[in-house]
Nanobody
Framework: VQLQASGGGLVHPGGSLRLSCAAS????????VAWFRQAPGKEREGVAC???????SYADSVKDRFTVSRDRAKNAVTLYMKTLKPEDTAVYYCAASELRAIGCNFNENEYDSWGQGTQVTVSS
């Protein structure tokens, strides 16, 4: 499956953005999908993932602010981010895995399809 991430941009603190991870080649329903981010000078970290059964998991740093969901009409997974903070500034990547039938996690080694990344900048 090929993935394309989009929707990034510049937003003020407290604002919101919606990222999209659009898939082509296969139905994304057969994959668990995760969003990772990498800030300058920091390691990539997982922020949200969605299992094949659309059960979400979130990193503590984004819980209650980010929502991950499937958009089956578009064969995509979206990440809605609200109450954004400057520390959310990063390049955001989506990734897909066929490995797990149940659940999802942030082990990068389990994800074999990656999107190209979209920049999110939170600044006043």
């Amino acid at each position: 499956v090929q993935l394309q991430a989009s929707g990034g941009g510049l937003v003020h603190p407290g604002g919101s953005l919606r990222l999209s991870c659009a898939a082509s080649g296969r139905n994304l329903d057969y994959y668990s999908v995760a969003w990772f981010r990498q800030a300058p000078g920091k390691e990539r970290e997982g922020v949200a993932c969605l299992s094949r059964r659309s059960s979400p998991s979130y990193a503590d740093s984004v819980k209650d602010r980010f929502t991950v969901s499937r958009d089956r009409a578009k064969n995509a997974v979206t990440l809605y981010m609200k109450t954004l903070k400057p520390e959310d500034t990063a390049v955001y990547y989506c990734a897909a895995s066929e490995l797990r039938a149940i659940g999802c996690n942030f082990n990068e080694n389990e994800y074999d399809s990656w999107g190209q990344g979209t920049q999110v900048t939170v600044s006043s």
